[in-house]
C-alpha cells in the first residue's frame, strides 16, 4: 500500500515559507545596507588617517623648505582618493608641537579659495594669519642656531556623509561623525 501525501499541507507550508521570508527579508537586507555603511565608513576613517601619517611624514622631511605648506596641502589632496571625496575636507592644520603634542603655533587652511604655486592650484586658503612660519621650523641639530630640533603636526578635519539611506531611516542621519586625525612626528634633523 502506497502512502500518498497531504497535498493541503503541501499548500500551507509553501504559504508559509512565503510569509517567513516576507519577515525575514527586511531584516537581511538591513543587515546588508549596515554592512555596507559601516564599511566605507571605516575606509574613509582609515583613509584620513593615513593621509595624516603621510602628511607629518612629509612634513617632517620638508623642514624650512620655502612655501612646504602647498606641498603638504597638495600631498593631501593626492592621498585623498575614492570613496573619499575631497571636498568634504574642512581644514587641515601645521603646527609646531612638543614630545607630548601640544600645539604651540598653527597655520589653519580650510578647503575654500586657492593657492597657486608654479603654475599649480590647489583649493586652499590660509585662515587667520600665519602662526607656524616655514622659516620659523627648526630641523638643525645645532641647538645654537635656532634651538635644536622641533616636531610638527599635522590634523586633517574631515566631514563624512553617509553612502546609503539606513542612518536616516535608523535616525542617524542628522549628524554624520567627523573625523578628526592628529600625526605628529620630529623633523628630520639636518646638520
Not at 612629509?58 to 592621498?79: H, M, P
Given at each position: 500500500m502506497?502512502?500518498?501525501?497531504h497535498?493541503?499541507?503541501?499548500?500551507?507550508s509553501?504559504?508559509?515559507?512565503?510569509?517567513?521570508?516576507?519577515l525575514?527579508?527586511?531584516?537581511?537586507?538591513?543587515?546588508?545596507?549596515?554592512?555596507?555603511?559601516?564599511?566605507?565608513?571605516?575606509?574613509?576613517?582609515?583613509?584620513?588617517t593615513n593621509?595624516?601619517q603621510?602628511?607629518?611624514?612629509?612634513?617632517?622631511?620638508?623642514?624650512?623648505?620655502?612655501?612646504?605648506?602647498?606641498?603638504?596641502?597638495?600631498?593631501?589632496?593626492?592621498?585623498?582618493?575614492?570613496?573619499?571625496?575631497?571636498?568634504?575636507?574642512?581644514?587641515?592644520?601645521?603646527?609646531?608641537?612638543?614630545?607630548?603634542?601640544?600645539?604651540?603655533?598653527?597655520?589653519?587652511?580650510?578647503?575654500?579659495?586657492?593657492?597657486?604655486?608654479?603654475?599649480?592650484?590647489?583649493?586652499?586658503?590660509?585662515?587667520?594669519?600665519?602662526?607656524?612660519?616655514?622659516?620659523?621650523?627648526?630641523?638643525i641639530?645645532?641647538?645654537?642656531?635656532?634651538?635644536?630640533?622641533?616636531?610638527?603636526?599635522?590634523?586633517?578635519?574631515?566631514?563624512?556623509?553617509?553612502?546609503?539611506?539606513?542612518?536616516?531611516?535608523?535616525?542617524?542621519?542628522?549628524?554624520?561623525?567627523?573625523?578628526?586625525?592628529?600625526?605628529?612626528?620630529?623633523?628630520?634633523?639636518?646638520?
Amino acid at each position: 500500500m502506497r502512502l500518498v501525501g497531504h497535498p493541503r499541507r503541501r499548500r500551507r507550508s509553501g504559504g508559509q515559507a512565503l510569509v517567513e521570508f516576507t519577515l525575514i527579508i527586511p531584516i537581511f537586507m538591513t543587515l546588508v545596507v549596515a554592512i555596507a555603511e559601516f564599511s566605507f565608513l571605516l575606509v574613509v576613517k582609515i583613509g584620513v588617517t593615513n593621509t595624516a601619517q603621510d602628511a607629518v611624514q612629509y612634513a617632517s622631511e620638508l623642514g624650512q623648505t620655502t612655501n612646504a605648506d602647498f606641498y603638504i596641502l597638495q600631498l593631501v589632496e593626492k592621498d585623498m582618493a575614492v570613496p573619499i571625496n575631497r571636498q568634504r575636507i574642512q581644514s587641515v592644520v601645521i603646527f609646531k608641537t612638543n614630545l607630548l603634542g601640544t600645539n604651540l603655533g598653527s597655520d589653519t587652511y580650510t578647503r575654500t579659495g586657492s593657492w597657486t604655486l608654479n603654475s599649480v592650484t590647489i583649493p586652499y586658503s590660509l585662515s587667520g594669519t600665519k602662526g607656524y612660519a616655514e622659516t620659523s621650523r627648526c630641523n638643525i641639530v645645532d641647538t645654537s642656531i635656532c634651538g635644536g630640533v622641533q616636531w610638527i603636526g599635522v590634523t586633517i578635519t574631515y566631514n563624512y556623509s553617509w553612502i546609503t539611506p539606513l542612518p536616516n531611516l535608523v535616525g542617524l542621519g542628522t549628524s554624520p561623525p567627523v573625523f578628526v586625525q592628529t600625526s605628529t612626528s620630529r623633523l628630520e634633523p639636518i646638520q
